[in-house]
């Protein structure tokens, strides 16, 4: 069992989180595409890497546009992922073997192929006309506003049948719901009580800042400080399409949901936003997401002052009792690996497995997975047609299981290319090397378990040097060191009380003999150390 508070610590506090992408985790039906039997089957890599719940993205009835994220019913599984049954079964086995299951729910839009889309474009006086979003042209004709979708271009699509235009924050596949009609409410809460009632642990809510816009319609002010390396959609500042008051309101609703579950399932928010506003996603007096997703380690520049400030605005922006987390990569994001290089890869492991806070580890970077180049003719996602900059296949590659076709992945070729060094880049390999990136992660991830200094521990920082980070993280006496050298070179540590033991380093060739007594740090190497408990003030 997971490190919890016997007291009254909630599982997702403890716990570690681990991001499944479905269509890359492992096929076992032979069409190159991952799905829920593959799942199962691979559980007992979770296990042994020591995770304690796993989210999938979507799996449900989908045409694939934006690869699920584009539902055609919210009840039903997609036959590309299985059945109902293989569902349950996985869910079954999943609880069996200690791990929570998190499905992913998309209440911002649905597939223009639902039967709710496809009814409300019917007519303009069809009942489900106003369960989306549909707006008059502007007098010259144009879209009723300069709003723009997320994957470049205008988000409003002009509908011939009946003369309006729909606003879709995606794709045009992807028709935004009015969240302002009480039955779009109503029937997505029920969505979410379907599969709580199936047992489900929790959800991670997509896109949440997009669910409501300006009721008055007003056009998005231009972004001054846009440039290239950003992606279409942020040529304007989105004040009135995204992050609109209204949100909260809805979120409150869902968490009104969850709440009424014997054992409260989890609700997480995806929100890309400043700290500040990431903040109200928590609602008034925590009446909102358990866990608003954090992104800022993917963003904030790779340097010990830089993460030490973020971890700092963050801690203290965060609401009384609310709960942090940390993400280093996900479906939508280049890899880690890719980002900051393997070794540093290392680093960033030991950085997420040990600052406060839920932590969640998208598949592939326990055992150090890169983006994979994706030759024109293999490109899949629609993003990538309209920003080939902003595509997000080479993050979304099949899982690197063995030395064997495909990467034990598949026995066809897969739907994306695999990595192709996935002979010697994969799982199987560094289960048997103590000196892998799996290793480690089982290693950090069996720490956290044992210590609830790392799991529920209070955080204070130590240093913040050009090359150096480390921090204390403390319960009761237990006291522990991380520190963390992101430079080439080696660095003193200059920490106050030095450290008693040596429990972990991020570098294989580490030699734990008299670190106590010259606490010095390879280049690019992370520790774990234990502190001497706090001295004893005798009155
Ligand atoms: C979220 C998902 C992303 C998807 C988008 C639209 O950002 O993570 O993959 O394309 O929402 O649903």
């Not at 479905?22 to 991952?34: A, V």
């Not at 009135?240 to 014997?262: F, K, W």
């Not at 992104?295 to 609310?322: M, N």
Request: glycine letters at 6%; charged letters at 25%.
């Amino acid at each position: 069992m997971p490190y919890r508070d016997v007291h009254e610590t909630a599982w997702w506090r403890a716990d570690v989180l681990y991001q499944i992408y479905p269509r890359s985790f492992q096929d076992t039906n032979g069409d190159g595409i991952g799905d829920l039997e593959g799942i199962r089957r691979r559980l007992d890599h979770l296990v042994s890497l020591g995770v304690d719940a796993v989210w999938i993205s979507p799996i449900f009835a989908s045409p694939m546009a934006d690869f699920g994220y584009d539902v055609s019913d919210y009840r039903a599984i997609d036959p590309i992922f299985g059945t109902m049954e293989d569902f349950d079964r996985l869910l079954d086995e999943a609880h069996r073997n200690g791990l929570k299951v998190i499905l992913d729910y998309v209440p911002n839009h649905t597939s223009d192929e639902h039967p709710w889309f496809i009814e409300s474009r019917a007519s303009r006086r069809n009942a489900k006309r106003d369960w989306y979003v549909w707006r008059d042209a502007r007098a010259d004709g144009g879209p009723p506003t300069n709003w723009q979708s997320e994957f470049g271009g205008s988000a409003w699509t002009f509908d011939d049948a009946t003369g309006q235009f729909y606003y879709h924050a995606y794709l045009s596949k992807q028709p935004d719901l009015n969240w302002r009609n009480p039955e779009v409410v109503a029937a997505m809460l029920d969505v979410l009580r379907f599969w709580f009632d199936r047992g489900v642990d929790g959800f991670r809510v997509d896109a949440i800042h997009h669910l409501f816009e300006d009721e008055n319609l007003r056009d998005d002010p231009v972004n001054p400080e846009w440039h290239e390396g950003l992606p279409p959609a942020q040529r304007l500042l989105r004040s009135n399409s995204m992050d609109q008051p209204e949100v909260h309101g809805a979120i409150a609703l869902m968490r009104g949901v969850a709440t009424c579950y014997v054992n409260e399932r989890l609700l997480i928010g995806e929100a890309y936003l400043p700290i500040e506003r990431l903040m109200a996603y928590y609602g008034i007096e925590l009446s909102g997401f358990h866990l608003p997703f954090n992104f800022h380690l993917i963003s904030t520049p790779w340097q010990p002052k830089c993460i030490a400030a973020l971890v700092d605005d963050y801690e203290r922006a965060l609401p009384p009792g609310g709960w942090p987390n940390w993400v280093l990569g996900n479906h939508d994001r280049p890899r880690v690996v890719t980002r900051l290089g393997p070794r540093q890869a290392r680093i960033a492991a030991m950085l997420l497995l040990t600052l406060r806070g839920t932590p969640t580890i998208y598949q592939g970077e326990e055992i150090g997975m890169a983006d994979v180049p994706v030759p024109h003719n293999r490109i899949r996602d629609r993003f990538a047609f309209n920003a080939p900059a902003f595509g997000r296949d080479p993050e979304r590659t099949p899982m690197q299981w063995d030395a064997s076709a495909y990467a034990g992945f598949s026995s066809v070729e897969p739907w994306l290319p695999v990595a192709a060094d996935f002979r010697e880049h994969n799982m199987t390999i560094q289960s048997a090397d103590p000196s892998s990136m799996l290793s480690l992660y089982r290693s950090l991830i069996a720490m956290r378990r044992r210590e609830a200094a790392l799991a529920i521990g209070s955080y204070t920082l130590v240093q913040a040097s050009e090359h150096m980070l480390a921090y204390e993280r403390r319960h009761g006496e237990r006291r522990l060191l991380i520190a963390l050298n992101f430079g080439e070179r080696f660095e003193e540590l200059e920490s106050l009380s030095p450290p008693a033991k040596l429990l972990l380093s991020t570098d294989p060739e580490r030699q734990t003999d008299g670190f106590a007594h010259a606490p010095r740090l390879n280049p690019q190497e992370g520790i774990v150390a234990e502190l001497a408990p706090p001295e004893v003030v005798v009155r």
